[in-house]
C-alpha cells in the first residue's frame, strides 16, 4: 500500500490549497478514503471522507471551505480547501478508511500546510 501526499505549502489567511493523494497497491475503486490533519502537539484529528460511491462527510471545522472528490480512473483523491484559517496549520495526511471515515488502516507521510500571514 502506497499513499503519496502533494499539494502541501504556505499561504496567507483566506487562501486556497489543492492537496492531491495518490494511492496504488490496493483497490482503491471499492475504498473509502479519508483527509486527516495532526497540529502541533495534537493528536490525529478527522477532516473529511469519501465513500467508494462518492458520499462526501466533512468535519464541521471544514464544512463549506473544503472539498473533498475522488477519480477511481487515477487512483487520486483531492482535498480542495478555501478560506483557509491560521487553526488549519497542520500536517495533512491521506488515510484508508477502515470502516468508520475516523478509523484508518493505513496513510501516507502527510503535506504540510501553513495558513500564516
Known amino acids: 500500500v502506497q499513499l503519496v501526499e502533494s499539494g502541501g505549502g504556505l499561504v496567507q489567511p483566506g487562501g486556497s490549497l489543492r492537496l492531491s493523494c495518490a494511492a496504488s497497491?490496493?483497490?482503491?475503486?471499492?475504498?473509502?478514503m479519508s483527509w486527516a490533519r495532526r497540529a502541533p502537539g495534537k493528536g490525529f484529528e478527522w477532516v473529511s471522507g469519501?465513500?467508494?460511491?462518492?458520499?462526501?462527510y466533512y468535519d464541521d471545522s471544514v464544512k463549506g471551505r473544503f472539498t473533498i472528490s475522488r477519480d477511481n480512473i487515477k487512483n487520486t483523491v483531492t482535498l480542495q480547501m478555501n478560506s483557509l484559517k491560521p487553526e488549519d496549520t497542520a500536517v495533512y495526511h491521506c488515510?484508508?478508511?477502515?470502516?468508520?471515515?475516523?478509523?484508518?488502516?493505513?496513510w501516507g507521510q502527510g503535506t504540510q500546510v501553513t495558513v500564516s500571514s
Open positions: 469519501i465513500y467508494s460511491d462518492g458520499r462526501t
Open positions: 497497491g490496493f483497490t482503491f475503486s471499492t475504498s473509502a
Open positions: 488515510a484508508i478508511a477502515a470502516g468508520n471515515l475516523d478509523e484508518y488502516d493505513y
